[in-house]
């Protein structure tokens, strides 16, 4: 399986960005779940957001809650990050993952997932 990772920019605090996240290869055929995460200058790669496979079930990190929804369409092997009310400190490059192997848990952690996308770059202006 590959990810590809698209659609971040630059734009202004209170702005929106729609990431997405296509997959290819050998897709999914039973539950895995997959995630967005960040990695911002002289920092970790931090936990953004989770789903499942069907969609249904979600997480997200703390500061995010309420301004980005995570979803997936499964028809089309394609994950998405909506990020509304944009702030400068969520300028990072976002990463999708997956997990290839079968599970229904949604982990919040990097070493969780075994499949990475090349990342998109996110700039927030003030």
């Known amino acids: 399986v590959q990810l590809q990772a698209s659609g971040g920019g630059l734009v202004q605090a209170g702005g929106s960005l729609r990431l997405s996240c296509a997959a290819s290869?050998?897709?999914?055929?039973?539950?895995?779940?997959m995630g967005w995460f960040r990695q911002a200058p002289g920092n970790g790669r931090e936990f953004v957001a989770a789903v499942d496979w069907s969609g249904r079930s979600t997480s997200y990190e703390d500061s995010v809650k309420g301004r980005f929804t995570i979803s997936r369409d499964n028809t089309k092997n394609t994950m998405y990050l909506q990020m509304n009310s944009l702030k400068p400190e969520d300028t990072a490059v976002y990463y999708c993952?997956?997990?290839?192997?079968?599970?229904?848990?949604?982990?919040?952690?990097?070493?969780?997932?075994?499949?990475w996308g090349q990342g998109t770059q996110v700039t927030v202006s003030s």
């Open positions: 993952a997956a997990k290839t192997s079968t599970s229904t848990v949604m982990g919040r952690s990097a070493t969780w997932y075994n499949v």
């Open positions: 290869g050998r897709t999914f055929s039973s539950p895995r779940p």
